[in-house]
């Protein structure tokens, strides 16, 4: 079965930090570019960052360069998303998607079920 399964969400003080993983299985996931993208209350979906398949090329939103770090490790078929100085405003269900940019992670018809992330004091 093809499936993404996100993890390490929770509840964090602003300030703080976290680090988000994407579980890959059933698909060769070391050939895919890769991105997180997140979805707070009430709005769109907004991607956050990607990856390309060989972790050569990494992009950043505006909104998260300088504080949230994407990697991956196609051995283990898992996508991490380090986020640093968290603030309300990163409040957000986060996904993982095929895709390395918006435009493609966005429309990307393998995302997983995401983890909630809360940021508040």
């Known amino acids: 079965e093809v499936q993404l399964v996100e993890s390490g969400g929770g509840l964090v003080q602003p300030g703080g930090s976290l680090r988000l993983s994407c579980v890959a299985s059933?698909?060769?996931?070391?050939?895919?570019?890769m991105s997180w993208v997140r979805q707070a209350p009430g709005k769109g979906s907004e991607w956050v960052s990607g990856i390309q398949s060989d972790g050569r090329s990494i992009f950043y939103a505006d909104s998260v360069k300088g504080r949230f770090t994407i990697y991956r490790d196609n051995a283990k078929k898992v996508l991490y998303l380090k986020m640093n100085s968290l603030n309300p405003e990163d409040t957000a269900v986060y996904y993982c998607?095929?895709?390395?940019?918006?435009?493609?992670?966005?429309?990307?018809?393998?995302r997983g079920q995401g983890t909630q992330v809360t940021v508040s004091s």
């Open positions: 998607a095929t895709g390395v940019n918006a435009r493609d992670a966005l429309r990307s018809t393998l």
């Open positions: 059933g698909f060769t996931f070391g050939i895919y570019d």
